[in-house]
């Protein structure tokens, strides 16, 4: 099919000036490698440390609600097989512009506390794997230079092709069954305890509850990722047909390394010892197999795994605050290119400039792990986002399309949005007081800057004086 035909009626591509090149094997190495990465490397300590051994019951959880929502997802991208993701879906369902605006610029700010988040783990484990100092000022550098090279990296301008990805991928896979495989030796060889993955403690006096909503809330940055897979409709061959296997296959493969890598980690390591780590991976392989030289390759390979998260969350930010500025629903100078590159420059400029702040903030001023602030604030704006487009699947019901669509069971976007809800809410969630603080003033900057866009659009006459936003429609 090429960009000229007529949209299919039996499997809704539609017309499109991209390739449509991605087959069923491409798209599942895609959504796995997308939802690998920071969040497990980074954050199963910090799991651990809410739940105890249960470490597992909160990834298990995090799948759950993140599958219900991937069906939610399913019947929407099948229906509108477009590359705009939840604002298009959100567009579509209630035409507010502003609305539009916020579920943009929030999946935008997701981006830079995601990439934020793999900048500190990048530190962390870049200190491990050369044995440097892991205190002071040295880890803030690290992370800070992190992203400045990312920056470079962005401007130049990157070769998203698919392939690059699957290797991407099967690096990154690579270090978790490098876990699973030595952890494995250090239990069925007697020097593990696999009775603590089934003892839950709580810290404080929280309840059992209440802990695994807070570890959920914590876990379900793990499974993130899937919802981006979207953003390939136009790129995806027979997407109503393909998307629905993939997508759920992918998010179960993802849950499974998850769930064993979680039970291994606690059986292996003590899980005070495991929630202390900063690099609790390195630490599980140090601890099962000491002295194995194999164990130095592991922070190497953690560094390359947050390093494509931060890289990917930093690419798609910047485009969408660039996509923003073209739709004249932000400020014109934030749609700059570079001439001979044509990258997004300011766009780049203006979102790394945002994570470094976050983390330099951050580092100095919050006695909590970062890592696992941001990750916490990654997740409380995509569960946001997500409770939204639960709420849209059911709405666009009354949208009908000529074309064959998956349609996921009307209990289940219900369920996920009260699911989602209970993860946002702050007495529900056990979420910490800065999370909503750091969300809160990102859309705060957002919304500042959506209303000095308004401002100067009616004094100049352009746009729609609310932003344009005409091509989601």
Request: one cysteine or more; a neutral charge.
């Amino acid at each position: 099919m090429t960009a000229t035909t007529e949209t299919d009626r039996s499997t809704g591509e539609q017309p499109t000036e991209l390739k449509r090149a991605i087959g069923p094997k491409l798209l599942l190495l895609f959504i796995i490698g997308d939802i690998l990465g920071t969040g497990v490397y980074a954050l199963t300590g910090q799991v651990a440390g809410e739940v105890g051994g249960a470490a597992w019951v909160p990834f298990l959880v995090a799948f759950a609600v993140a599958t219900i929502t991937a069906f939610s997802y399913l019947e929407l991208v099948t229906k509108y097989p477009q590359a705009a993701g939840a604002a298009l879906y959100v567009h579509k369902a209630f035409g507010i512009h502003i609305v539009t605006f916020l579920v943009m610029f929030v999946v935008m700010s997701s981006g830079i506390t995601s990439a934020s988040a793999a900048s500190v783990a990048f530190a962390s484990n870049f200190d491990a794997a050369f044995g440097l100092e892991s205190n002071g000022l040295l880890p803030l550098v690290v992370a800070l230079a992190f992203m400045l090279v990312i920056l470079a990296v962005n401007l130049r301008g990157v070769a998203e092709g698919v392939g690059l990805n699957v290797v991407f991928t099967l690096i990154e896979l690579s270090g978790l069954l490098l876990v699973l495989l030595l952890g494995s030796f250090a239990i069925f060889g007697g020097n593990a305890d696999f009775s603590r993955v089934v003892l839950f403690e709580a810290p404080g006096d929280k309840s059992v509850l209440l802990a695994v909503t807070t570890a959920t809330s914590l876990a379900f940055f793990a499974m993130v990722g899937f919802e981006d897979s979207v953003n390939m409709a136009e790129e995806t061959k027979d997407p109503s047909r393909i998307f629905p296997r993939m997508l759920l296959t992918g998010l179960t493969l993802a849950a499974v390394i998850y769930v064993l890598v979680s039970i291994v980690a606690v059986a292996v390591v003590p899980v005070g010892e495991l929630a202390k780590s900063e690099t609790p991976l390195t630490t599980v392989v140090e601890t099962a197999v000491p002295g194995f030289p194999i164990n130095a390759l592991l922070p190497f390979i953690s560094m390359f795994a947050v390093a494509n998260s931060a890289l990917i969350n930093m690419l798609m930010a910047s485009r969408l605050i660039y996509g923003m500025s073209r739709q004249a629903v932000l400020p014109p100078f934030l749609g700059r290119v570079l001439p001979r590159r044509r990258t997004p420059y300011a766009a780049v400029i203006f979102t790394t400039a945002l994570a470094i702040v976050l983390i330099a903030v951050l580092s100095l001023a919050s006695d909590n792990p970062v890592v696992a602030l941001l990750g916490g604030t990654t997740s409380l704006l995509l569960l946001s986002v997500f409770a939204v487009v639960n709420v849209v699947v059911l709405v666009l019901r009354r949208d009908r399309v000529d074309h064959h669509h998956f349609r996921t069971p009307t209990a289940l976007p219900i369920v996920g949005v009260v699911a989602c809800v209970v993860l946002v809410l702050p007495w529900t969630s056990g979420r910490e007081g800065t999370q909503y603080a750091i969300a809160g003033a990102l859309l705060a900057l957002g919304l500042v800057l959506w209303g000095v866009t308004v401002v100067a659009n009616r004094a100049t006459g352009t746009g729609r004086g609310s932003g344009d936003l005409s091509d989601l429609g």
